[in-house]
Nanobody, 118 residues
C-alpha cells in the first residue's frame, strides 16, 4: 500500500518560517507529479505548489516568492519551505503525489496543521 506521510508544520509567528516534508513509501515504480495543497476552515482545498518529475514548477500566486517546493527523487520525498508566513497561510497542508505502482494513482497524505499567529 502506498501512503504519503507528512511531517513538520506547527505554530509560527507572522514573518516566520516553517518547513514541511512528505515521504511516499510502498511498492513504488515511479512518481510523476508531487505537490502541496491546503485547506483553511470553511474554504475549499487549494493548490499551493506542484513539482513534476521534470518540467516547470507551479506556485499559487499567493505564495510566490515566499514558498519553495523541492523534491528528492531517490528518496521519494517532497518538501515545502515556507518563509515570510502570514496569518492567511493558516490551514491544514496536504501532500499529494501521482504514483505508479501496478497502475497510476493519485494519493493524499493525512494532512498537517500550520498555524500562523499575527
Amino acid at each position: 500500500q502506498v501512503q504519503p506521510v507528512e511531517s513538520g508544520g506547527g505554530l509560527a509567528q507572522a514573518g516566520g518560517s516553517l518547513n514541511l516534508s512528505c515521504a511516499a513509501s510502498g511498492s513504488i515504480f515511479s512518481i510523476n507529479r508531487m505537490g502541496w495543497y491546503r485547506q483553511a476552515p470553511g474554504k475549499q482545498r487549494e493548490l499551493v505548489a506542484t513539482i513534476p518529475s521534470s518540467g516547470r514548477i507551479n506556485y499559487a500566486d499567493s505564495v510566490k516568492g515566499r514558498f519553495t517546493i523541492s523534491r528528492d527523487n531517490d528518496k521519494n520525498t517532497v518538501a515545502l519551505q515556507m518563509n515570510s508566513l502570514k496569518p492567511e497561510d493558516t490551514a491544514v497542508y496536504y501532500c499529494n503525489a501521482e504514483i505508479t505502482t501496478s497502475y497510476r494513482g493519485n494519493y493524499w497524505g493525512q494532512g498537517t496543521q500550520v498555524t500562523v499567529s499575527s
